[in-house]
């Protein structure tokens, strides 16, 4: 039996190896399509103007499916989302908080934001490693 464990072990490695030595990252493959086969027309469109900010535009972050409808620091973002504006343009979360509807809360201990934002543990419970009525 001792012999069958270590030809399966074998056989797994070897197989792994071949795994991740035969795919490829994106990244390797330096070659450019020319065809705009199956391209829709906003990709082929011409790209829009970057020396367009916030500052000078503010309407131009309430466009749909941008990142935020608020202009901080020359960039759209959400500040009832955002970490380094949350609430308010510069207001910055803590390292273990996240921004949820304007306020940091920690998602590893708070009822209300257990896990993520919204997520809020059932009556008695409490939030520990970001999970309800962990122990």
Do not use: H, W
């Not at 792994?16 to 020319?34: C, G, M």
């Amino acid at each position: 039996m001792g012999a069958q464990k270590k030809f399966l072990i074998l056989a797994m490695l070897m197989a792994l190896a071949l795994v991740a030595f035969s795919t490829t990252t994106p990244y390797e493959d330096n070659t450019q399509t020319t065809s705009l086969r199956g391209v829709s027309r906003l990709l082929a469109s011409p790209r829009v103007d970057v020396s367009m900010k916030c500052d000078k535009y503010p309407r131009m972050c309430r466009v749909l499916g941008g990142p935020g409808p608020d202009c901080c620091n020359k960039k759209c973002v959400n500040v009832s989302k955002d970490r380094f504006n949350c609430g308010k343009c510069g207001k910055r979360c803590k390292y273990s908080e996240i921004c949820c509807k304007g306020k940091c809360v920690n998602p590893r201990s708070d009822r209300k934001n257990c896990g993520s934002c919204n997520n809020k543990c059932k009556k008695g419970s409490s939030c520990v490693y970001g999970m309800c009525s962990y122990a």
